[in-house]
């Protein structure tokens, strides 16, 4: 099973600030990863997928970059909307299953 | 509309067994694979395992593997996730997700259900 790690588990950010997540692969993936959002009472929506694409109608202030084991989720200004727990995924086809990282919860500093 | 739906909230006794369904529209629900994931309370994203609609075939999280099962009716573009016992650390909520292509291959989730509740208590 590859084990996707995240950091920080939380990350204390002001409004209009830049915020920095990671997520580490423990062996390769490729570039097959998914960053996920999930605001409080909500399901899980797509961000990011093939690492670095950005989503239908996911603002340009999210990006992603990485590839192989090292993954980085990077949101440049936040607004108050973007408070919420990410997510990583890999679907990389081997071993044949899904994992997901163990959440960053980004909050209001 | 393509969305999926899924069941409402249910409260269960330790032993009791439970179905919760997802309901795929707006697309050709045997055309893509249905996965189930678990989140407990306060905790993270765990994917449980999936499902092909057009055969039944699954694949299961070896973390799950034979204390659920996932079915589906093609018939009415439902897909299913039971227990036969439940136990209190069945406590959590449940999302179904399609993925973004209509392959065997694994895929990011492009759609989510809203999820539904499981208590699990004596």
């Given at each position: 099973e590859i084990v996707m790690t995240q950091s920080p588990a939380t990350l204390s950010v002001s409004p209009g600030e830049r915020a920095t997540l990671s997520c580490r692969a423990?062996?390769?993936?490729?570039?097959n990863l998914a960053w996920y959002q999930q605001k409080p009472g909500q399901a899980p929506g797509l961000l990011?997928?093939?690492?670095s694409t950005r989503a239908t109608?996911?603002?340009?202030?999210f990006s992603g970059s990485g590839s192989g084991t090292e993954f980085t989720l990077t949101i440049s200004s936040l607004q108050s909307e973007d408070f919420a727990v990410y997510y990583c995924q890999q679907y990389n086809n081997w071993p044949p299953m899904y994992t997901f990282g163990q959440g960053t919860k980004l909050e209001i500093k | 509309e393509v969305q999926l739906v899924q069941s409402g909230a249910e409260v269960k006794k330790p032993g009791e067994s439970l179905r919760i369904s997802c309901k795929g529209s707006g697309?050709?629900?045997?055309s893509y694979w249905i996965s189930w994931v678990r989140q407990m309370p306060g905790k993270g994203l765990e994917w449980m395992g999936r499902i092909d609609?057009?055969?039944s075939y699954t694949n299961y999280s070896p973390s799950f593997q034979g204390h659920v099962t996932i079915s589906a009716d093609k018939s009415i573009s439902t897909a299913y996730l039971q227990w036969s016992s439940l136990k209190a650390s069945d406590t959590a909520m449940y999302y179904c997700a399609r993925p973004r292509?209509?392959?065997s291959t694994y895929w990011y989730f492009d759609l989510w259900g809203r999820g539904t509740l499981v208590t699990v208590s004596s």
């Open positions: 423990s062996q390769s993936v490729s570039s990011i997928y093939g690492a109608g996911i603002p340009a202030r | 697309y050709s629900f045997t609609p057009s055969d292509y209509s392959t």
